[in-house]
C-alpha cells in the first residue's frame, strides 16, 4: 500500500545511532560517510546535531531525515538530507528542507548551505537553491569509501 505525504509526520526528534544506521541502509546517503570509526562518529551526531528532523510514516517507520546546523540567526547548513527509497518524489525531502528553513529562523534572516553530490542538485535547484563556488575548504583527511548496507 502506498503512502500519502499527508500521512507523513514531520517533527523534531532524536534518532538513535542504530535507527539512523539501519535509516541509511535505506537511502543512498550510506555512501557519504567514511569508514573510519563508523557508527562511533554516527552515535556522536545523531546527539549533538543542531537541528534533527524526522519525518516517520502512519508506522512510525522514519522515512525522512534532515540534520543541520545553524545559528538561528544567519544561516542553516543542512548536513544530511535523505528520503527512503520506497517514499521519493512524494514531497517529503521538500517538506523537510521547509521545516527545518523555518526552524532556524525562516526566509527573511536565514542563509541555507549544504554540500550535494551530483545526482542531488536536480532536487535543490527544484527547492530554489543555487549552485555556489565561494565556499572554502579544509581537509587533510583521507576517507576510505564506504557504504552502508
Known amino acids: 500500500m502506498k503512502e500519502h505525504p ?4 514531520i517533527r523534531e526528534e532524536r534518532l538513535t545511532a542504530e535507527e539512523y544506521i539501519d535509516f541509511l541502509k535505506r537511502t543512498d546517503l550510506g ?3 567514511p569508514k573510519e ?14 537541528v ?10 522514519p522515512v525522512g531525515v534532515l540534520f543541520g546546523l545553524t545559528d538561528f540567526a544567519y544561516w542553516l547548513y543542512v548536513t544530511d538530507l535523505g528520503v527512503d527509497r520506497n517514499y521519493t518524489h512524494r514531497g517529503i525531502g521538500r517538506r523537510l528542507l521547509q521545516t ?3 526552524l532556524a529562523g525562516g526566509e527573511k534572516d536565514i542563509a541555507v548551505y549544504l554540500i550535494a553530490n551530483e545526482d542531488a542538485v ?3 535547484e527544484k527547492c530554489g537553491l543555487k549552485r555556489a563556488d565561494d565556499v572554502m575548504k579544509y ?3 583521507e576517507w576510505t569509501e564506504f557504504t552502508v548496507s
Open 31 to 33: 555512501s557519504q560517510y
Open 100 to 102: 527545518a528553513h523555518e
Open 122 to 124: 536536480p532536487f535543490y
Open 139 to 141: 581537509n587533510h583527511i
Open 52 to 61: 534533527s528532523l524526522i519525518a516517520r510514516d502512519e508506522r512510525g517507520l
Open 6 to 9: 499527508s500521512e507523513i509526520t
Open 37 to 50: 570509526r563508523f557508527a562511533e562518529r554516527i552515535a556522536k551526531l545523531v546527539q549533538t546535531v543542531s
